[in-house]
């Protein structure tokens, strides 16, 4: 039962099993999930949760069991933190994933540890020792369902995210092996989130993030009081691969993925700089290089030919409505690269109220972008297509107009900053953070250092400033 196997991992893992690597990777990780999620609970959709939350439970609460809305000097429910901060952790599209797995998994995954920990009081070590479980079970699971899940039209980040939240709950409540497998069954049985959330440009791509903290932990606690799931959820005739993964007929072997339990991967994440969708940022990375040639001579780009594979390809939005479809267009992506140079949260908030995504304006910078926009095509190119997931690749090239004699650049990027290969020093996670918090006393950030040495409660107290 694949399952089972999951749950004896997940209940037998120790932190002393732990690489100085995974260590490492894990502690930039909570930094760069913090600062993102910091920043992320002012945005529209993370106050909208958080007025929703209050309306539903308001005068429920039990203060002496509750935990933190990271960036606001109030606590909640278990629940309603882990929803809350799962949804501002991924608003901003500038949470960290994994290329294989093709699924966020700190935006779950802290979420998830910080409430239970701080709730039950834990320490550190505990706390740490969850989350490389979290990101163990995601990639494993992730990476064994795609690229077939994505391409069913399921967002992996609500479905697979869901049993990764399930498995962080599951190890800080300490349960048996018998009530992580009953945990696993009942978030299968919850996983949702579908792509058309996504590219619809509606706000339930980060509902998927929040709902699958929310709907692990409820399974995990569910699981404790000795409410049952199904063991064979993942793998069974009706279970998860043959619904949401695999043509009815297709035969599966799960014989090689549970050779891979255990064999901790969490290095292999991403961090984003970009505040767009991942598929999008190698082709930002190209146009900020094009950038540094042409410099301030947009004006006389006459057409460009962007070359990627064909997922990226296909967030060809040419005409977005609103931010949350602006996050998903690539010719908007690149336009903003060219035109400003700088691919940040203020700059396109700044873009946005200068009327981006309105049909006039009067801001020369806006106008640019959106001349650029109408002479670009964006093509899928099989030889790029082959490349992927192993590789994120894209090719542009752009022709001047006769003042620079028709002249041509070119350039390409294989893999987008921030990939394990083209990885983030940690000097330049906290260049993110304090470009995202530009008032934040970043001192408090040591804590995580040495978050082995404390108990959640202080650490989650002293990065919220308390």
Known sequence: M????????????????????SMTAVKAAFLDFFGVTYRGIEEEASNIALTTIDELFSGKIDLNFSASVIGKNLK????????????????????????????????????????????HDLTGREFLESVIVGYEVGILLGKLVNPDHRDNGFHTTGTIGTFVAGAVAAKLLKLDVDQILNTLGLCGTQAAGLLESDHGGSMGKVLHVGKAAYNGILSAYLARNGFTGSGTIFDGDEGFLRTMVLDKQEEFSLEDALRNVGNVSVRDIYFKKYPFCRHLHSSIDTALKLKASIGDEYSHIQHILVETYEVAAQHDNYHPKNIEELKQSLPYAIA???????????????????????????????NAIKKIVNNMTIISDDELTKLYPSKRPSNIIIRLDEVFRNGTFQNSTLLPKGDFENPFQLKELIEKFKGLNPKYDVSNLTVIDSIEEYNMKYVVGKLNGR
């Open 2 to 21: 694949f399952l089972q196997n999951i749950s004896k991992f997940i209940s037998n893992y120790r932190y002393e099993q732990s690489t100085l690597a």
């Open 76 to 119: 909640t429910d278990v629940l309603s933190a882990a929803f809350i901060n799962g949804v501002a952790a991924h608003v901003l599209e500038l949470d960290d994933g994994h290329r294989g797995a093709q699924l966020h998994l700190g935006s779950v995954i802290f979420p998830t540890a910080l409430a239970i920990s701080e709730a």
């Open 336 to 366: 903003i690269s060219l035109v400003v140079g700088e691919v940040s949260v203020d700059k396109i908030n700044q873009l946005v109220e200068f009327g981006l995504l309105e049909n006039y304006s009067t801001v020369d910078d806006v």
